[in-house]
């Protein structure tokens, strides 16, 4: 099934995302400027490259094509970034609204250096994105003597889709030229109105696919090692010496449960990649609220943000794990930098119905601190943070032509004391 003729100069033909009926061509609109700049586009704008794009339908994967036309190969962006950074290279992005909700949708984009960059529209917001959905999906680029072309493989495994035989999506396909700001769309997208994926083409003859089941297991074992100059070191300290050595076990799972949600469990979760907070000086008499970095807590957590980052904060994952709130006593202690999580699972995802979904529980341990009297020369233990159990649900429904939603968010946690405890009142306070 070939795209046909070429259409004018700012013209995009489509043949796109699993057809077997193929899909009508329709020439592309076309915007000077970039997506920031506002106003209409001119009448008399100067001619620019083609697009012409291709695709097949497997039993497991989508395979999309495309040819980029450029007058001047040679000034084609294509600078080599890292993964999911595409800088000011050359694109071609790809947008899945799977569920045809005109609300959601998921971004394949390829640079013409070959570099991936995925995200996830959880709303109607072309600028609110989720960074941290990372699917498992190939790209491959050229660049000749008319152009640059890309080859996508997208598994149907890494989407979420209705499970019915005749699906029904919401599609756009744009390019973006950094040499002249430019954006060509094959839906065009007004930048002076709202939302996004409500203003995507529909796509159709997409059929006799059926949600995986997914599931990924990815155990893992670690150790540290942290070396201390002798000189930094109390020789009194009977906890601390030149050099310390800490191993640990664990594993993620990662698991589909039906065609629209998904399962997400944790064991002794490894925290040990990500990043350390910034040095903040509070002079205030308000806590410092710092962001969530740790994957799981942070894959698919616009759920539970409510209305958007905008809105209210009623849930703050990152208290469970946090720092021990106990104190001690003696001269020298040696105590957990965090309470260690056993266990976290969470439940994400979107019902037929409309109706969004999120449920996520923990359990972390307790944790004590061994102790050390110099005036006795006695060791001891103390509790400085006791077990609990954490709980959060989700609830988010759409109705009504304007998808207009209702939410309800329920927060819970329980700690692991018991009446007559003699306890820090710290324990009680956060």
Same mark, same amino acid.
């Given at each position: 099934?070939?795209?046909?003729?070429?259409?004018n100069?700012?013209g995009?033909?489509?043949?796109?995302?699993?057809?077997?009926t193929?899909?009508p061509?329709s020439?592309?609109?076309?915007e000077?400027?970039?997506?920031g700049?506002g106003?209409?586009i001119?009448?008399?704008?100067?001619?620019?490259k083609t697009?012409?794009?291709l695709s097949?339908?497997?039993?497991?994967?989508?395979?999309?094509?495309?040819r980029?036309?450029?007058?001047?190969?040679?000034e084609?962006?294509?600078?080599m970034?890292?993964?999911?950074?595409?800088?000011? $290279?050359e694109?071609?992005?790809?947008?899945?609204?799977?569920f045809?909700?005109?609300?959601?949708?998921?971004a394949?984009v390829?640079?013409a250096a070959g570099?991936?960059?995925d995200w996830?529209h $959880?709303?109607?917001?072309e600028?609110?994105?989720?960074?941290?959905f990372?699917?498992?999906?190939l790209?491959?680029?050229?660049?000749d003597s008319?152009?640059?072309t $890309?080859e996508m493989?997208?598994?149907?495994s890494q989407l979420?889709?209705?499970?019915?035989d005749?699906q029904?999506?919401g599609?756009?396909?744009?390019?973006w030229?950094?040499a002249k700001n430019?954006?060509?769309?094959?839906?065009y997208v007004p930048?002076?109105?709202?939302?996004?994926s409500?203003?995507?083409?529909?796509l159709?003859?997409?059929q006799g696919?059926?949600?995986?089941?997914?599931m990924?297991?990815l155990?893992?074992?670690?150790?540290d090692t942290r070396?201390?100059s002798?000189?930094?070191v109390?020789?009194a300290?009977?906890?601390?010496?030149?050099s310390q050595?800490?191993?640990?076990i664990g594993?993620?799972?990662k698991?589909?449960?039906g065609?629209?949600?998904?399962?997400?469990a944790t064991?002794?979760?490894?925290f040990?990649?990500?990043?350390?907070?910034?040095a903040?000086?509070?002079?205030?008499?308000?806590e410092?609220f710092?962001?969530?970095?740790?994957p799981?807590?942070t894959e698919?957590?616009q759920?539970?943000?409510?209305?958007?980052?905008?809105?209210p904060?009623?849930?703050?994952?990152?208290?469970?794990?946090d720092?021990?709130?106990?104190?001690?006593s003696?001269d020298?202690?040696?105590?957990?930098a965090a309470a260690t999580i056993?266990?976290a699972a969470?439940?994400t995802?979107?019902?037929?119905?409309?109706?969004s979904?999120?449920v996520l529980?923990a359990?972390?341990s307790?944790e004590?601190a061994?102790?050390f009297?110099?005036?006795s020369?006695?060791?001891?233990?103390?509790?400085?943070e006791?077990s609990?159990?954490w709980?959060?649900v989700?609830?988010?429904?759409?109705?009504?032509?304007? $998808?207009?939603?209702?939410?309800?968010?329920l927060?819970?946690?329980r700690?692991?004391?018991?009446?007559?405890?003699?306890?820090?009142?710290?324990?009680?306070?956060?």
């Amino acid at each position: 099934m070939m795209c046909g003729a070429r259409l004018n100069r700012a013209g995009l033909c489509m043949i796109l995302a699993a057809l077997a009926t193929g899909f009508p061509a329709s020439a592309a609109a076309q915007e000077s400027g970039g997506r920031g700049s506002g106003g209409a586009i001119p009448s008399n704008t100067p001619e620019t490259k083609t697009v012409s794009a291709l695709s097949a339908q497997g039993l497991d994967v989508s395979i999309v094509g495309a040819r980029m036309y450029s007058e001047n190969p040679d000034e084609i962006a294509a600078l080599m970034t890292r993964r999911d950074q595409q800088g000011q $290279a050359e694109v071609l992005r790809v947008f899945l609204d799977t569920f045809h909700d005109r609300r959601t949708a998921y971004a394949f984009v390829v640079t013409a250096a070959g570099v991936r960059v995925d995200w996830y529209h $959880a709303q109607d917001n072309e600028f609110r994105r989720d960074g941290t959905f990372n699917p498992v999906w190939l790209a491959r680029t050229n660049i000749d003597s008319e152009g640059w072309t $890309a080859e996508m493989k997208i598994p149907f495994s890494q989407l979420r889709f209705n499970d019915v035989d005749q699906q029904t999506w919401g599609l756009n396909v744009e390019r973006w030229i950094p040499a002249k700001n430019e954006d060509i769309f094959w839906t065009y997208v007004p930048r002076d109105e709202t939302g996004w994926s409500s203003h995507f083409g529909t796509l159709t003859g997409v059929q006799g696919i059926k949600p995986s089941r997914r599931m990924e297991l990815l155990p893992y074992v670690a150790s540290d090692t942290r070396f201390t100059s002798s000189s930094l070191v109390d020789p009194a300290d009977p906890f601390n010496g030149t050099s310390q050595v800490k191993q640990r076990i664990g594993a993620d799972l990662k698991m589909g449960l039906g065609p629209n949600l998904t399962l997400d469990a944790t064991i002794n979760p490894d925290f040990g990649q990500i990043n350390f907070d910034r040095a903040v000086v509070n002079l205030s008499g308000f806590e410092t609220f710092f962001g969530e970095q740790r994957p799981f807590f942070t894959e698919g957590n616009q759920i539970f943000r409510g209305n958007g980052r905008g809105g209210p904060g009623y849930f703050f994952s990152r208290r469970i794990g946090d720092s021990p709130h106990g104190s001690t006593s003696g001269d020298f202690s040696d105590r957990p930098a965090a309470a260690t999580i056993l266990g976290a699972a969470k439940v994400t995802g979107r019902l037929e119905s409309g109706l969004s979904v999120g449920v996520l529980g923990a359990l972390t341990s307790r944790e004590t601190a061994e102790t050390f009297s110099l005036s006795s020369g006695e060791f001891g233990r103390e509790d400085v943070e006791p077990s609990a159990g954490w709980g959060v649900v989700r609830l988010q429904q759409e109705f009504g032509p304007s $998808a207009s939603t209702v939410g309800l968010t329920l927060t819970g946690v329980r700690r692991g004391i018991s009446e007559g405890d003699d306890v820090p009142v710290q324990w009680r306070d956060v």
